[in-house]
């Protein structure tokens, strides 16, 4: 056995040839491809808890089996993208939203828009923030403390 051999293996989708250390398969795209089961990157919890079909609680972070984002989607939402009633994600969207960018009935953020609204950067109806346009009564009004 050589030592590039020793340092080769097969990509668990195509099973061309791989480096050990290669972060994606270079014929199938396949991420981690040396590894025999990947499960994605980051972490994932779902409670066994259910309304309204939605998971109670789903925190998500990383990157699926398949490469493709985590997307928090629940009651109560977690992770960097979300999507439910109420939800603490760095992108979402919720009835109540805290975050970085989001939308929602009551939302708190740096960039949010929503009905309430608290942020660096608002848009709503009722807003404080330290740019912000509040739309009362089909006005529009640019706030500048």
Request: glycine fraction near 14%.
């Amino acid at each position: 056995m050589t030592t590039e051999s020793a340092n080769l293996a097969a990509c668990r989708d195509c099973q061309h040839a791989v480096s050990l250390s290669a972060p994606a398969c270079p014929h199938c795209g396949a991420p981690a491809p040396a590894n025999a089961e990947w499960s994605g990157s980051g972490y994932e919890y779902k409670s066994s808890a259910t309304l309204l079909g939605l998971p109670l609680v789903h925190v998500a972070f990383g990157r699926d089996r398949h490469n493709r984002r985590r997307v928090a989607t629940g009651i109560v939402a977690i992770g960097q993208f979300g999507r439910g009633v109420i939800t603490i994600a760095q992108f979402g969207v919720g009835a109540v939203f805290v975050g970085q960018f989001g939308v929602g009935m009551l939302a708190l953020g740096q960039f949010a828009a929503g009905a309430c609204v608290a942020a660096q950067f608002a848009a709503g109806l009722y807003v404080l923030g330290q740019f912000g346009l509040a739309l009362i009564h089909g006005h529009a009004a640019v706030l500048f403390p």
